[in-house]
């Protein structure tokens, strides 16, 4: 594996945490509690290696990463998903912790309080995440990037 494989690894990352994100709402709503735990346990181990993932590429690659080159209506609709990702992306760290912190102290009234904003604002992340690389490196490539 090389540097240049990290984009798609930090894509398939995201998916998982999606995944698992989902699974470990449905499964709380359920009543399903174990399974709820290994769901998101697996979400935060899947978002802990895509951040050390995405961490890495960007200290290798710097700033030559790659610029999106579309036109039309797609490079609005490119920017505004980046952005709003990206503005999420700087809160879910916090937001998770804040989650998983009265989650592990078995205060689950604070717990599902602050899960209610956790959950969507990371699933939105965790799919945005997977859409700006498929736009990015799958989808418009700039030439010679595929």
Avoid at 111 to 139: D, E, F, K, N
Wanted: aromatic fraction near 14%; charge should be positive.
């Amino acid at each position: 594996m090389t540097i240049s494989d990290l984009p798609a690894l930090n894509a398939c990352l995201n998916f998982l945490s999606t995944i698992f994100i989902g699974a470990g709402w449905y499964s709380i709503r359920c009543g399903y509690w174990r399974q709820h735990v290994a769901c998101m346990i697996t979400a935060v181990i899947s978002s802990s290696a895509f951040l050390v993932s995405y961490l890495v590429y960007h200290a290798h690659v710097g700033e030559k990463s790659t610029h999106f080159m579309a036109d039309g209506i797609v490079r609005p609709v490119y920017f505004t998903l980046l952005i709003t990702h990206v503005l999420l992306a700087i809160i879910i760290l916090p937001l998770v912790i804040a989650t998983l912190i009265p989650a592990l102290r078995r205060r689950w009234e604070k717990h599902r309080r602050i899960a209610r904003w956790t959950m969507p604002v990371w699933l939105y992340v965790s799919v945005t995440g997977v859409l700006v690389y498929l736009m990015l490196y799958q989808w418009f490539p700039p030439p010679g990037v595929r």
